[in-house]
């Protein structure tokens, strides 16, 4: 059984209880006291004067005189309102910090990301049905026209985890299979795809060129090509 000893602390006079008998300070702040070196700072919490290394300081971690203060600026909770009903909620305060929002339920953040004034927001096509017609044969002919590899980054399926590449729409309209709309489609990884419906750039645009400066105005097989690259795919083995 490890045994422990009760020493006391030589800077602040607190007593303390660790391993063995070779420390002599309950924590790196007294520790760094006894040195004399170090840029003297006020904890966040207890209001206490330390002394921390300048690199701490200039990475803005020194805030806390020990792990305990810490702890509890991590537990430290505030009042906030939902950004989507406005209710009263209380989130933790460093969390309030780092993100612009907060919700009171999941429900009321996916409400909020499908507002139609969220950057995000795209006429709620996202509810909409696809046609019928762009089924998994219908991707995979899209898929294999571009070389299993995502349009944007290059990256090829095998290292997009475990799920296939995303057929995207250029134009963000989910029945153009089945009616007279222009039919673009391009195929992007999980993290690229994310970035098309952010809003933040014109990415049809930007995919329409790529179809018709690259690719000659094509962006799938036919059902007669994708059948012959098969056939010519079993030959070559």
């Not at 026209?145 to 134009?171: D, T, W």
Request: contains cysteine.
């Amino acid at each position: 059984m490890v045994k422990l000893s009760t020493r006391t602390c030589r800077i602040c006079g607190k007593e303390f209880s660790n391993v063995g008998i070779k420390n002599i300070y309950c924590s790196a702040a007294c520790a760094r006291i006894s040195w004399g070196s170090g840029v003297i700072r006020t904890c966040e919490i207890c209001g206490l004067a330390f002394r921390a290394a300048p690199n701490e300081v200039a990475m803005g971690k020194a805030r806390f005189c020990s792990k305990a203060c810490n702890g509890v600026y991590k537990r430290r909770r505030i009042l906030r309102n939902c950004a989507y009903c406005g209710s009263e909620i209380e989130v933790v305060e460093w969390a309030a910090k780092k993100y612009s929002r907060s919700f009171c339920s999941d429900e009321c953040r996916l409400k909020w990301q499908h507002r139609e004034n969220n950057p995000n927001w795209n006429g709620g096509t996202s509810f909409e049905p696809y046609c019928f017609k762009f089924n998994p044969e219908f991707k995979n002919r899209v898929r294999a026209f571009f070389g299993y590899s995502c349009v944007m980054c290059g990256k090829p399926q095998i290292e997009n985890g475990k799920r296939a590449l995303a057929v995207h729409h250029v134009h963000h309209n989910k029945t153009a299979c089945c009616d007279d709309s222009v039919k673009e489609f391009v195929v992007l990884c999980d993290v690229c795809h994310g970035k098309s419906n952010s809003g933040k750039f014109d990415y049809q645009n930007y995919f329409h060129e790529i179809i018709h400066t690259k690719y000659g105005g094509k962006c799938y097989y036919t059902k007669e090509e994708m059948k012959n690259l098969e056939v010519k795919h079993q030959m070559d083995k």
